[in-house]
């Protein structure tokens, strides 16, 4: 079975400062890794992934996430945040070739003050 | 569009009154999945469904049942709610063994 653990449950940063938000994942198998922004009021939408390869990967809105195998861990990271990123972030994880369940972390709460 | 539709969005009940929550999407998609969003939790999968009459129990799906009897739909239905149900309601569907799922925009559901 996968867990995955967002290691803070809220950031708050200033706006244009760069953020760092936690992921470290368990698994006994290969594994493919999602973050989702789920914006207030709205569904979760997919910023990126990682299936293989590259352990760097870049999503939508400026986001870039670095696989880290040995470390277990998925950290999202911005260089320079807006207001409109404010948003709660999950992290997912799904056994690779497998099926398609996702499991996800509790959450992180990112709060840009201006 | 495509999109994932789920109605209603907002659901104040009382318990015991039975209720059922749909899901949409039109996309042509195989598989879908139900999941209840709550503090602390994240989300978590409560039923999926393969393709039309398949489906089976995510991990929590104690006091739900679903149905799939088309492509496109994949009703959540509560025959008897209770206050713990009080919470998030997400649909989301994706192609057969593809990476992305798509999510409904949410149903927040209260029962008193």
């Known amino acids: 079975a996968q867990s995955v653990t967002q290691l803070d449950s809220q950031v708050p940063v200033f706006e244009e400062a760069p953020v760092e938000l936690r992921c470290n994942y368990s698994?006994?198998?290969?594994?493919?890794l999602f973050w989702y922004v789920q914006y207030p009021n709205q569904g979760l939408q997919l910023l990126l992934k990682y299936l293989s390869g590259s352990t760097l990967v870049k999503g939508i809105n400026g986001f870039e996430a670095e696989f880290n195998k040995s470390q277990t861990s998925f950290h999202l990271r911005k260089p320079s945040v807006h207001i409109s990123d404010t948003a709660e972030y999950f992290c997912?994880?799904?056994?690779?070739?497998?099926?398609?369940?996702?499991?996800f972390g509790q959450g992180t709460r990112l709060t840009i003050n201006p | 569009e495509a999109q994932v539709t789920q109605n209603p969005r907002y659901l104040i009940t009382v318990t015991g009154k039975k209720l059922t929550v749909t899901c949409s999407q039109n996309m042509n998609h195989e598989y879908m999945s139900w999941y209840r969003q709550d503090p602390g939790l994240g989300l978590r999968q409560i039923y999926y469904s393969m393709n039309v009459e398949v489906t089976d129990k995510g991990d929590v799906p104690e006091g739900y049942k679903v149905s799939r009897k088309e492509k496109r739909n994949f009703p959540l239905i509560l025959e008897s709610p209770s206050p713990n149900q009080t919470s998030l309601y997400f649909c989301?569907?994706?192609?057969?063994?593809?990476?992305?799922?798509?999510f409904g925009p949410g149903t927040r559901l209260t029962v008193t």
């Open positions: 698994s006994s198998v290969s594994v493919y």
């Open positions: 989301a569907s994706s192609k057969q063994g593809a990476n992305e799922q798509y």
């Open positions: 997912a994880v799904r056994r690779s070739g497998g099926a398609q369940k996702l499991v």
